[in-house]
């Protein structure tokens, strides 16, 4: 049975900083690709980032990058996702996918049903 559990939300002003974990078991954690979604107030969950099994390819989606950064460690079955100069509009249930498909052709990122029940991150003053 594939567990995914997510960690590391709060409440945060604009501008500061949170690092999101988020540990899978039930899974060849090794081998798995991993992604980070957030679903924000009446909006559709979106793909934030994302990383091979290895963790050399990684892709985030453009608002977010430079301030996210996503990585793992395969010897604690851990992805991370370290946010930085964070802004009210990033405010945001925020879920992590479990062994999904990474395409290296177009650094695209298919997610799994593998989901954690997410972890609350609220940017504000």
């Known amino acids: 049975q594939v567990q995914v559990v997510e960690s590391g939300g709060g409440l945060v002003q604009p501008g500061g900083s949170l690092r999101l974990s988020c540990a899978a078991s039930?899974?060849?954690?090794?081998?798995?690709?991993m992604g980070w979604y957030r679903r924000a107030p009446g909006k559709q969950r979106e793909l934030v980032a994302a990383i091979n099994y290895s963790g050399d390819r990684k892709t985030y989606t453009d608002s977010e990058k430079g301030r996210f950064t996503i990585s793992r460690d395969n010897a604690k079955n851990t992805v991370y996702l370290q946010m930085n100069s964070l802004k009210p509009e990033d405010t945001a249930v925020y879920y992590c996918?479990?062994?999904?498909?990474?395409?290296?052709?177009?650094?695209?990122?298919?997610?799994?049903?593998?989901w954690g029940q997410g972890t609350q991150v609220t940017v504000s003053s």
């Open positions: 039930g899974i060849i954690f090794s081998f798995s690709a």
């Open positions: 996918n479990a062994a999904g498909s990474y395409n290296y052709e177009s650094d695209t990122y298919y997610s799994s049903p593998n």
